[in-house]
Every structure is written in C-alpha cells, then in structure tokens.
C-alpha cells in the first residue's frame, strides 16, 4: 500500500492542474507574446510590413523576427475568382499561392531572417507588387 490515500492524490492532481493552467495563462498574456504576434485576419503572424491596394483587392506582407509572410485578400469577397499571392526572398525561390478563390489567396511565408523580400498579388486580372521591401 502507498504512503499517500487517495484523497491526497487527488489533491496533488489539483494542485498541479492550477499550476499547469496558471502558468498557460501568464504564458499567453506575459511578456513573451507580443500582441504584434499574434495571427492577422489573414493568417499571417506578425506586425503589418506593407499593404498594397490595387482596382480588385489588397496585397497584405507581415514580418515577424524571422519570417515574411503574404496574402491576397479580395476588396468584395464573392464568387471565385482568380486569386495569386506570390512571396520571394532575395537570392530565394518564390512561394506561390494560386487558384480560384473567393476571398483570399495565402497566406505564403519565406524565411527572411537579414534578407529582402518581394511580393506580387493579383485578384481577377488586376494586380499589386512591392518591389524589394525589408532589406
């Protein structure tokens, strides 16, 4: 037989559950997690880069420590249509989201760490570049 009885397992399990969602909590609202971090309507993480309006729709580019990251996004979302969002690291091969879409095409990311990046975004025919950004 054990030296603890039930009651206080039961106790210990609590214990450490309080524990485990307290420090789920103060990890989520602490220091760590910039709200610049957190996921944009659009899927991407990080802080807002570039936007890009065009006739159809919007080039959205986000940067985070790392990582760039894209996506088209339709001015009136409706029925599908051909969407492409396209992200390229200086010296890198490009990332390409394309299809028909009725609200957005991304997001795409490329590692970006010191490196510039480009993106293109067409919705319908109409499109929307940067030319070379976060250098």
């Known amino acids: 037989m054990s030296r603890f009885s039930t009651s206080a397992w039961r106790g210990r399990i609590a214990v450490g559950a309080v524990a485990v969602l307290a420090a ?9 997690v910039a ?22 729709g919007e080039l959205r580019v986000y940067k985070n420590r790392q990582y760039a990251c894209a996506v088209t996004v339709a001015t009136k979302p409706g029925p599908r249509r051909t969407m492409t969002v396209t992200l390229q690291p200086r010296g890198g091969r490009a990332v390409v989201d394309s299809g028909r879409f009725t609200r957005q095409a991304g ?21 929307g570049s940067t030319g070379w950004i976060l250098c």
């Open 107 to 127: 997001p795409v990311s490329v590692h970006a760490l010191n490196r510039c990046v480009r993106a293109t975004g067409a919705v319908a025919g109409r499109a």
């Open 35 to 56: 709200a610049a971090e957190a996921a944009a309507p659009g899927g991407c993480p990080g802080r807002l880069a570039k936007s890009v309006k065009f006739a159809t």
């Open 24 to 32: 789920g909590v103060l990890g989520v609202a602490g220091p760590g």
